[in-house]
């Protein structure tokens, strides 16, 4: 385990279009006041129907990786467990739902807030893209054509960003004084 280390879980299925953009917002240069040896990123697959490929996950740098559950439930919970697992770092985050995207210091700042206190926990609020909450969006007009146009994203850039991850917490808060 490394020191100061954040590791990021994020937990994918079956979300080719989305995933893509979560992605972009963990890596560099949209991560901002962070290195790529400050924070690692852990994609696990669920068990999409179509597996999550290993150059993707390559395309946004040294500090990103894949990792597959072929036999996976529904329930994210067994490929968060893995996720932590196989982590690297003191520090982690956890995505839940892959197909969120952050604001450009969230890394930065969950290090300075995990740092506050051994068993620290940061969260980190929830933003939504268009005029409504998720749950409503949709009944009112919003479609994945608008998302896109929001986001004006062409692979590489992305105009604006939201948040919604959490928690983010020290390892010692997952199994007490263990390190």
Same mark, same amino acid.
């Given at each position: 385990?490394?020191?100061?280390?954040?590791?990021?879980?994020?937990?994918?299925?079956?979300?080719?279009?989305?995933?893509?953009?979560?992605?972009?917002?963990?890596?560099?240069?949209?991560?901002?006041?962070?290195?790529?040896?400050?924070?690692?990123?852990?994609?696990?697959?669920?068990?999409?129907?179509?597996?999550?490929?290993?150059?993707?996950?390559?395309?946004?740098?040294?500090?990103?990786?894949?990792?597959?559950?072929?036999?996976? %439930?529904?329930?994210? &919970?067994? $490929?968060?467990?893995? /996720?932590?697992?196989? +982590?690297?770092? =003191?520090?982690?985050?956890?995505?839940?739902?892959?197909?969120?995207?952050?604001?450009?210091?969230?890394?930065?700042?969950?290090?300075?807030?995990?740092?506050?206190?051994?068993?620290?926990?940061?969260?980190?609020?929830?933003?939504?893209?268009? %005029?409504?909450?998720? &749950?409503? $969006?949709?009944?009112? /007009?919003?479609?994945? +054509?608008?998302? =896109?146009?929001?986001?004006?994203?062409?692979?590489?850039?992305?105009?604006?960003?939201?948040?919604?991850?959490?928690?983010?917490?020290?390892?010692?808060?997952?199994?007490?004084?263990?390190?």
């Amino acid at each position: 385990m490394k020191q100061d280390l954040v590791s990021v879980v994020v937990v994918a299925y079956n979300i080719p279009r989305e995933l893509p953009r979560t992605l972009l917002s963990l890596a560099l240069p949209y991560q901002q006041g962070v290195t790529a040896d400050d924070y690692e990123v852990i994609v696990v697959d669920n068990g999409s129907p179509s597996a999550v490929s290993e150059s993707l996950i390559a395309e946004y740098g040294p500090n990103f990786r894949l990792l597959r559950m072929d036999d996976a %439930s529904p329930s994210p &919970a067994a $490929a968060v467990n893995r /996720g932590i697992m196989e +982590a690297r770092g =003191d520090k982690i985050g956890v995505m839940i739902d892959g197909a969120r995207m952050v604001t450009p210091g969230l890394v930065h700042f969950a290090r300075i807030g995990l740092g506050m206190a051994p068993t620290a926990v940061v969260a980190a609020p929830g933003w939504y893209l268009g %005029s409504d909450v998720q &749950a409503n $969006a949709a009944g009112n /007009g919003y479609t994945k +054509a608008i998302e =896109d146009l929001l986001l004006q994203f062409d692979g590489q850039k992305m105009g604006i960003g939201c948040s919604r991850s959490g928690p983010w917490m020290n390892r010692r808060s997952i199994h007490g004084s263990r390190q």
